[in-house]
């Protein structure tokens, strides 16, 4: 199983500054299944990039998203107010020792106002 | 707009099967793959399987052997069951529209539903 390790835990920043998220792959992941969501307090996930570039309908330009191999990384260049929540790393495909099809999730970065 | 709501029992014993429907608005469900993906309180996501319009499934090898998953084209809905569940299958549990064959992602999510296991 592939398991995605995000950095740091949490991460302490003011509105304006620029925020840079990490995952971290087991082991070598296609970069057209990684995919990054944003997480509110009682709400549901919302996909914010995928394709680990692209982003999603209706978000910002300020998210974006790179990366290839095994490390990834989500950028928020200029954080709103409403830009503070959790965001998790996730990505799709198959690995030994059970070569399912599936989705895995990093464990989550939690963005908090500083 | 494609709209997912997750309904059904929000309390389930021990021992006894957890049983969801995911209904689909603002679209149809046929051809597309449908997810659940589950989150304990004050933890990280876990992806259930999913089902594709055809009733073909994947499931996570962790859940697989209490797992079943449905559709009902007519009706625009999927569901799920897991059996013999326990305190640990204690969560909110999303449904979701599934594009990992064109980008890898879950695009569309239901609000959630909180299932506590409890006798």
């Known amino acids: 199983e592939i398991v995605l390790t995000q950095s740091p835990g ?19 992941v296609s970069s057209s299944y990684l995919a990054w969501y944003q997480q509110k307090p009682g709400q549901a996930p919302r996909l914010l990039i995928y394709g680990a ?21 989500l950028t928020i260049s200029r954080l709103e107010p409403e830009d503070f929540a959790v965001y998790y790393c996730q ?7 059970v070569q399912t099809e599936r989705y895995t999730f990093g464990q989550g970065t939690k963005l908090e106002i500083k | 707009q494609v709209q997912l709501q997750e309904s059904g029992p929000g309390l389930v014993k021990p021992s006894e099967t957890l049983s969801l429907t995911c209904t689909v608005s603002g679209g149809s469900i046929s051809s597309y793959y449908w997810s659940w993906i589950r989150q ?6 876990e ?12 499931y996570n090898p ?13 009706k625009n809905q999927f569901s799920l069951k897991l059996s013999s569940v326990t305190a640990a299958d204690t969560a909110v549990y999303y449904c979701a ?3 990992a064959y064109s980008s890898g992602s ?10 506590t296991v409890s006798s």
């Open chain 2, 40 to 45: 304990p309180a004050g933890k990280g996501l």
């Open chain 2, 106 to 115: 879950l695009d569309y999510w239901g609000q959630g539903t909180l299932v």
């Open chain 2, 97 to 99: 529209r599934d594009r």
């Open chain 1, 91 to 97: 990505q799709y495909g198959s690995s030994p020792p």
């Open chain 1, 53 to 73: 570039s692209s982003r999603a309908t209706g978000i910002p330009d300020r998210f974006s998203g790179s990366g290839s191999g095994t490390d990834f990384t």
């Open chain 2, 47 to 58: 992806w259930i399987g999913r089902i594709y319009t055809s009733g073909s499934t994947n």
């Open chain 1, 10 to 28: 949490t991460l302490s920043l003011s509105p304006g500054e620029r925020a840079t998220l990490s995952c971290r792959a087991s082991q070598s």
């Open chain 2, 62 to 74: 962790s859940l697989k052997s209490r797992v079943t998953m449905s559709v009902d084209t007519s």
